[in-house]
């Protein structure tokens, strides 16, 4: 029973062009977001995150976007850079019920070409 | 200025054979974990542990056991290694806020 899903296995974009990463999850408890970024042989690192009571955080290129009622969430990463080719997990958290523990997504390789 | 490693960051090892993979850490975070990465699925929690001798199970914990004996070391043992336990593992360390995450150690069982 995958909680969280990323349906988009990959994405191709050009430089300087928006890249649009969906996630989408089932579990209406998670009430705290996280994307991650990975590049090849190294741990993914903490890129953006989402409290469920907000529907918007902005961090300069990086922006999320949640939908409560649709259990959807968006990374928007404006303008791409080939730098920003990697693999991106969404992430999910539910305080109440599993505390410090996040369900991943499968993960998004996210290409752009310069 | 990695506040958290892992080693081996390579194995190789057969069927059958015990394997111990070590992840530590200098932050003294109270909360780390074990994560598999495979094609298809991300992030998979194998076990997890919120202080000295405190573990928990994830959602793919069969065939795994963990310690933790200090607060900065987090075992994971692999008490038969099988095929299907080929990965690459993750330890991280943190809390739902926000984890931090080893470089990896891939792991060939032939």
């Known amino acids: 029973d995958q909680q969280v899903k990323q349906n988009s296995p990959s994405l191709s974009v050009q430089e300087g062009r928006i890249s649009i990463l969906n996630c989408d999850y089932t579990n209406s408890m998670f009430d705290y977001f996280l994307w991650y970024k990975k590049y090849p042989a190294e741990g993914p690192t903490f890129l953006i995150s989402?409290?469920?009571?907000?529907d918007k955080n902005e961090d300069g290129r990086f922006t999320v976007f949640l939908n409560k009622s649709a259990k959807h969430l968006s990374l928007h990463i404006v303008p791409s850079q080939p730098g920003d080719s990697a693999v991106y997990f969404c992430?999910?958290?539910?305080?109440?019920?599993?505390?410090?523990?996040?369900?991943f997504g499968e993960g998004t390789q996210l290409t752009v070409n310069p | 200025d990695a506040g958290i490693t892992q080693s081996p960051r390579h194995k190789v090892t057969e069927t059958g054979t015990p394997v111990t993979l070590r992840c530590h850490q200098t932050?003294?975070?109270?909360?780390m974990y074990w994560y598999r990465q495979d094609p298809g699925h991300g992030l998979r929690l194998i076990h997890y542990s919120y202080g000295v001798k405190d573990t928990d199970k994830g959602e793919v914990s069969d065939g795994y056991s963990v310690s933790r004996s200090k607060t900065e070391d987090f075992l994971l043992t692999l008490e038969s290694a099988t095929s299907s336990q080929t990965s690459v593992y993750f330890c991280a360390m943190g809390t739902s806020n926000e984890q931090f995450f080893g470089p990896g150690t891939r792991l060939t069982v032939l």
């Open positions: 992430a999910a958290s539910a305080l109440e019920t599993s505390g410090s523990r996040l369900t």
């Open positions: 932050e003294n975070h109270r909360y």
């Open positions: 989402i409290s469920s009571i907000k």
